[in-house]
């Protein structure tokens, strides 16, 4: 079965980094691009950015432009969210989630989730 398992988070002090991964198991990886959302404390889960299949092209939310940055590895079949200058608005249990849509922002092109990460930015 299809399996998206997350590694990375936790706490940290504004301004500081953090770097998520997500490991895919049991598909073809490359077929499919990779998404990253969150949700913050009372909000819905939002979209952070994507990665294309092929890991040449991303997009990212405006609010984490210049910040963030996504890369993926399709011969590890795992995709990361290197997380910079940290702010205590980006607190919240981040998701990586597999489309077969590139860049797209609507949760139900997702069809699969990993289990989600928690990141705790403290000001």
């Known amino acids: 079965q299809v399996q998206l398992v997350q590694s990375g988070g936790g706490s940290v002090q504004a301004g500081g980094s953090l770097r998520l991964s997500c490991a895919a198991s049991?598909?073809?990886?490359?077929?499919?691009?990779m998404g990253w959302f969150r949700q913050g404390p009372g909000k819905e889960r939002e979209f952070v950015g994507a990665?294309?299949?092929?890991?040449?092209?991303?997009v990212l939310e405006n609010s984490v432009e210049g910040r963030f940055s996504i890369s993926r590895d399709n011969v590890k079949e795992t995709v990361s969210l290197q997380m910079n200058s940290l702010k205590p608005q980006d607190t919240g249990v981040y998701y990586c989630?597999?489309?077969?849509?590139?860049?797209?922002?609507?949760?139900?092109?997702?069809?699969?989730w990993g289990q989600g990460t928690q990141v705790t930015v403290s000001s």
């Open positions: 990665v294309s299949r092929s890991g040449y092209s991303t």
């Open positions: 049991g598909v073809t990886f490359s077929g499919y691009s």
């Open positions: 989630g597999l489309s077969v849509y590139y860049g797209t922002r609507d949760i139900p092109d997702y069809i699969y």
